[in-house]
């Protein structure tokens, strides 16, 4: 993983294009792609050291471009397919065809990474991690292939190590920055996590002891006829099952039908470890992961307002000897046509309005850069008003879903990449150990899923035979299963019975990383962003952008919709009906504030942390690359 992007500096090229231009009122196509890819980069949170000559930022605006976006996930996508039609297949295909595709992915990462070098300073390429990891990924992918097909070649047994790293590559290209903070954030966050889990391990040996001290020589026996609680290490995982919930209260049944008081020691035990602690650990997870969230959050603004201000040493004009440095009005609506080029000529007008409050002609650079980026895309045209949103508590409700909605995704791939490392090395530990057989086969070997070690144990007798390692499919279907939770000790069992009690460490750590951590992570990330939507009011950016409005007479119907934040721009004749005719002196085109809507997880943390940032941390003075430039003062976060 990469670490946090630092703040980078401005390079040499930039200085002479960008901030020593003050009275150069002609400005090229080059400056203006230079200010777009700059705004471009704030609003999609993109902080890269991209090179500022022009042919340099051609080759980035190409590289930000869409469709090589899409051709590359297309064949991230085609590359983590392959395990479907790699031994243990799904689909068995012939090794040259799965190794020839996994090839053209290889060279299409490499083209990808080639390209990406030719757009950023050589010495930011190679002080970057996350394209050392790439480097590495794609060498070891390709030594592995090579050893693999010669093995194969030579009929000897061979294991494919390197499918473990693929879902690396999607954790390091550079679209993947959601993906990386998430694991950066929980890295960083594992210390404090630690010291609980020691603690909590601690807890579960002391139980243990205590079991073993207390029933492990009272001759009791489980329902199956084995001995109950004589072994410290069977005990050990039985009391971590129980935290869980998913032997309850089976593993209690024996003591419990011996004598009643023993059922105290149980009970005692799911209070401290189930409830207690498990409810400590989600507050430590959560606490010490949005600490760290928040930093990078803090790094993400700072990165935002660092672009605006390079967008503006660009476009900046002096229009008198010793004035202030501004942008000019027809500079401005060119880099808007730039950026946001399906923007109407009446919305451009209006967010000009807006920015230039005080109708000098052009935009001073004391207005806050982070203004200036959200009122170019802070309305939205309306497409159709929601008749939920009417209703306030299921507007609540429906708002909050869509707000963690990218947080979700972001999640949602953070657990794939885990599903997809702990599938690789589940097929390389326990593929042909256990057989599923059809409803209609008369096979013996049905019955103990084509495991004579198997034969009597609950694996077998519950028809667990389908939940096994054999190709990728099954292998994700039984890593869901574990991951809620019910049963996962029989099917850990399972696979402990046919091979070893070590076994059982894989399926544990698996429990740690998704249930306890990313799992606790995710909940605790809903409930921030349901104490978000009930307790942050409006920013002051939608404030001034209403009283704007309010001022020009294109308001619609603000109180018959109070609170109602939908999407906003249409006619009278559809926002409105028939009100046209009572109201003949209003124009025919209407506004209203846009949703608070959230469509990245980068909006979303930034609006949850905003009340937390102070603005002193974005002092004028903290950005070394316009330290000894005293051309323009840098914008600052004004809530004023």
């Known amino acids: 993983m990469s670490e946090p992007e630092k703040n980078e500096n401005i390079p040499e090229a930039s200085a002479r294009k960008g901030i020593s231009n003050i009275g150069n009122t002609a400005k090229s196509?080059?400056?203006?792609?230079?200010?777009?890819?700059?705004?471009?980069?704030?609003?999609?949170?993109?902080?890269?050291?991209?090179?500022?000559?022009?042919?340099?930022?051609?080759l980035y605006m190409l590289y930000n471009h869409w469709a090589l976006k899409v051709l590359l996930y297309f064949f991230m996508l085609v590359n983590l397919s392959l395990a479907i039609f790699e031994d243990p297949a799904v689909y068995p295909l012939p090794i040259w065809a799965t190794m020839l595709v996994e090839i053209l992915c290889l060279l299409i990462f490499t083209i990808r990474l080639i390209h990406y070098a030719k757009v950023i300073l050589r010495d930011k390429f190679w002080k970057d991690p996350k394209?050392?990891?790439?480097?590495?990924?794609?060498?070891?992918?390709?030594?592995?292939?090579?050893?693999?097909?010669?093995?194969?070649?030579?009929?000897?047994?061979g294991v494919r190590?390197?499918?473990?790293?693929?879902?690396?590559?999607?954790?390091?290209?550079?679209?993947?920055?959601?993906?990386?903070?998430?694991?950066?954030?929980?890295?960083?966050?594992?210390?404090?996590?630690?010291?609980?889990?020691?603690?909590?391990?601690?807890?579960?040996?002391?139980?243990s002891l205590m079991a073993l001290k207390l029933l492990g020589k009272r001759g009791l026996t489980n329902i199956n006829g084995t001995p109950y609680f004589t072994s410290y290490l069977e005990i050990m995982f039985d009391l971590y099952v129980l935290v869980t919930t998913a032997n309850s209260p089976d593993v209690m049944m024996p003591a419990y039908n011996a004598n009643f008081f023993f059922a105290v020691f149980f009970i005692v035990y799911i209070l401290i470890n189930t409830y207690i602690f498990m409810s400590v650990f989600l507050a430590v997870v959560y606490n010490s992961y949005k600490k760290y969230l928040k930093e990078e959050v803090r790094q993400l603004v700072r990165a935002k307002r660092h672009k605006m201000v390079r967008a503006f040493g660009v476009l900046q004009e002096q229009r008198e000897e010793g004035g202030e440095p501004v942008v000019t009005q027809a500079s401005w609506n060119q880099l808007v046509r730039l950026v946001q080029p399906n923007l109407s000529n009446a919305h451009r007008e209006l967010l000009w309005s807006v920015s230039d409050d005080k109708n000098q002609g052009a935009i001073a650079s004391h207005f806050s850069s982070r203004q200036i980026l959200d009122i170019v895309f802070i309305l939205r045209?309306?497409?159709?008003?929601?008749?939920?949103?009417?209703?306030?508590?299921?507007?609540?409700?429906?708002?909050?879903?869509?707000?963690?909605g990218p947080a979700i995704l972001t999640f949602g791939q953070l657990i794939i990449v885990v599903y997809y490392i702990f599938a690789m090395v589940g097929m390389e530990l326990f593929k042909g150990k256990v057989t599923f057989y059809e409803q209609s086969s008369t096979n013996l070997a049905k019955a103990y899923c084509g495991n004579p070690l198997l034969n009597g144990t609950d694996f077998a007798k519950l028809n667990y035979c389908k939940n096994n390692f054999n190709n990728v499919v099954s292998s994700f279907i039984l890593l869901v299963e574990l991951t809620v939770v019910n049963q996962w000790h029989v099917l850990s069992s399972g696979f402990a019975t046919v091979t070893h009690i070590s076994a059982r460490i894989f399926f544990v750590l698996f429990h740690i990383i998704v249930v306890i951590v990313i799992l606790n992570i995710f909940v605790a990330f809903v409930l921030e962003a349901f104490f978000v939507e009930y307790s942050v009011d409006k920013s002051d950016l939608q404030t001034s952008l209403e009283r704007k409005i309010e001022e020009l007479e294109l308001a619609v119907a603000q109180e018959t919709m109070e609170d109602n934040l939908v999407n906003a721009m249409e006619t009278i004749d559809n926002d409105l009906g028939g009100s046209q005719s009572a109201k003949p002196n209003l124009p025919s085109l209407m506004f209203k504030i846009a949703s608070k809507r959230y469509r990245t997880v980068d909006a979303l943390l930034q609006r949850i942390f905003e009340a937390d940032l102070d603005p002193e941390d974005f002092a004028e003075?903290?950005?070394?690359?316009?330290?000894?430039?005293?051309?323009?003062?840098?914008?600052?976060?004004?809530h004023a």
Do not use: H
């Open 29 to 58: 196509k080059e400056d203006f792609n230079l200010a777009a890819i700059y705004v471009s980069d704030a609003q999609y949170n993109r902080n890269v050291y991209f090179d500022t000559l022009p042919q340099a930022v051609r």
């Open 131 to 157: 394209n050392i990891c790439i480097i590495v990924i794609l060498t070891l992918t390709l030594v592995d292939m090579i050893i693999y097909g010669a093995l194969k070649a030579a009929n000897y047994y």
């Open 161 to 207: 190590w390197s499918r473990v790293l693929r879902p690396l590559l999607l954790v390091n290209v550079t679209e993947g920055r959601q993906l990386r903070r998430a694991f950066r954030s929980i890295r960083n966050a594992l210390p404090q996590i630690f010291y609980v889990f020691m603690l909590f391990m601690f807890s579960i040996l002391i139980f």
């Open 381 to 404: 045209v309306l497409r159709l008003i929601r008749v939920v949103d009417s209703i306030k508590r299921f507007r609540i409700i429906i708002n909050t879903l869509i707000r963690i």
């Open 621 to 638: 003075n903290d950005d070394p690359e316009t330290q000894g430039n005293e051309n323009f003062a840098n914008p600052l976060f004004s």
